[in-house]
Nanobody
């Protein structure tokens, strides 16, 4: 599997970013795809994931601020980040969530850095 994340950057509090993930080398339709993040000194945490049919699930901190989108033809999964706060600063990664507690199925990609700061 090859995972390429993009779209991160530096944004002021209250701002927005759209992250994109391109997955190749696997049968895309076989997997729910999600976004995780890892803040400095912390473990990876799940942000949201979406199944082949477009049903999305969000962690509590993401509900209402973030939105996940899946394009099965392009084999991409985007994460729209809105109302960003400094606590959202992290490296964001794309992966397939396994069974509860939804650890990643694949190795991690390079991730994309999101920094929220004034």
């Amino acid at each position: 599997v090859r995972i390429v994340e993009s779209g991160g950057g530096l944004v002021q509090p209250g701002g927005s970013l759209r992250l994109s993930c391109k997955v190749s080398g696997i049968n895309f339709g076989d997997y729910a795809i999600g976004w995780y993040r890892q803040a400095s000194g912390k473990e990876h945490e799940l942000v949201a994931y979406v199944n082949y049919g477009g049903l999305a699930t969000y962690e509590d901190f993401a509900q209402g601020r973030f939105a996940i989108f899946r394009d099965n033809e392009e084999k991409t999964v985007d994460l729209q980040l809105n109302a960003l706060q400094p606590g959202d600063t992290a490296v964001y990664y794309c992966n397939a969530p396994g069974p509860v507690p939804h650890g990643p199925v694949w190795h991690w990609g390079q991730g994309t850095q999101v920094t929220v700061s004034s």
